[in-house]
């Protein structure tokens, strides 16, 4: 009766077990609470990148800028090399488009002007399918997939990014995607923020802001 009785004991004890980690497993779903965001912004090697929709709204609101001010910079020239220490908010992105480096006398170095950056119709997207473990979206003009699962509620793991080749202009919007895209995979503290809606995920090299 009593190795009857201990069997017994020991076999509940183990479907409970079972029953329990099933739970665990299975059900992570995640900090997050939709499916469907769009990115803000990127944040690596201590400078700001915005994505495509947050560079056209920003330009649309400094479209004044160049001419009260008769200077011609941009949104990559103001971006290079402000420190991410700094960086708050979006707004803060355009603090230094005052200000025109006199030393980028090379052709590349130019940016888009704020009138054409305006025009941008792109947007870039942060889309997880829970039925099948895959991220995908928009980044640029292109389209990108990726792997994901919850290595426990605050942390996911991407790997496998893929995405189209299509070429994109203006090139802030080139920077943007192929930034993205090649530091995507990784392992991702991902942080709500509290005083304004959205998320950031943050691998240790590059964050992502989502909304």
Do not use: H
């Amino acid at each position: 009766m009593y190795y009857r009785n201990s069997f017994v004991l020991f076999a509940t004890f183990m479907w409970i077990l079972i029953m329990l980690s099933g739970c665990f497993l299975f059900g992570l779903k995640g900090i997050l609470e939709s499916s469907n965001y769009q990115i803000v912004k990127l944040e690596i090697d201590n400078r700001v990148i915005l994505s495509p929709q947050e560079l056209a709204n920003e330009a649309r609101e400094q479209g004044g800028l160049q001419q009260n001010n008769d200077i011609d910079i941009s949104l990559y020239e103001a971006n290079r090399q402000r420190p991410t220490s700094r960086i708050d908010d979006i707004n803060s992105a355009f603090e230094q488009l005052k200000q025109r480096n006199q030393q980028d006398d090379v052709d590349d170095n130019v940016g888009t002007p704020l009138n054409e950056l305006a025009k941008i119709n792109l947007k870039s997207t942060f889309n997880l399918d829970r039925s099948q473990d895959m991220l995908y979206g928009k980044v640029g003009c292109n389209d990108y997939t990726a792997k994901f699962f919850w290595q426990d509620t605050t942390k996911i793991v991407i790997s496998g990014t893929a995405s189209t080749r299509k070429v994109c202009s203006p090139k802030e919007v080139t920077e943007f995607q192929n930034i993205f895209v090649r530091n995507f995979d990784g392992i991702y503290v991902i942080t709500k923020l509290k005083n304004r809606k959205g998320y950031v995920l943050n691998n240790g090299r590059m964050r992502i802001y989502i909304k």
